[in-house]
Nanobody
Framework: VQLQASGGGLVQAGGALRLSCAAS????????MGWYRQAPGKQRELVAA????????NYAEAVKGRFSISRDNAKNTVYLQMNSLKPEDTAVYFC?????????????????WGQGTQVTVSS
């Protein structure tokens, strides 16, 4: 399994970015997929997830209403649209597959990680 994340960059507060995670070795439509982020000195945290099959989505409270996770089955790619970005969104963002992604109970990431893409939001 390979997950190739891209789309990060430097943006001003209030701006937007779209991250992409191109997958190989799995079918994103048949896999639970999640986006995590890790800020300097902090633990990696789950921010968004899209479930296999029906594509139900869920989000961390900190990003609800601003971030949107989606997938394109034809391109075997998962996206994270990030709007109204804040300086506290600054982190390295990673995609992950095959995990148990929950914002109620302890989530458990799958074994496959992308290489991460840096998002920096300036104030």
């Amino acid at each position: 399994v390979q997950l190739q994340a891209s789309g990060g960059g430097l943006v001003q507060a209030g701006g937007a970015l779209r991250l992409s995670c191109a997958a190989s070795g799995i079918t994103v439509g048949l896999s639970n997929m999640g986006w995590y982020r890790q800020a300097p000195g902090k633990q990696r945290e789950l921010v968004a997830a899209i479930l296999a099959g029906g594509g139900n989505t869920n989000y961390a409270e900190a990003v609800k209403g601003r971030f949107s996770i989606s997938r394109d089955n034809a391109k075997n790619t998962v996206y994270l649209q990030m709007n109204s970005l804040k300086p506290e969104d600054t982190a390295v963002y990673f995609c992950n597959s095959g995990g148990y992604y929950s914002f109620t109970y302890r989530s458990r990431p799958g074994p496959s990680w992308g290489q991460g893409t840096q998002v920096t939001v300036s104030s």
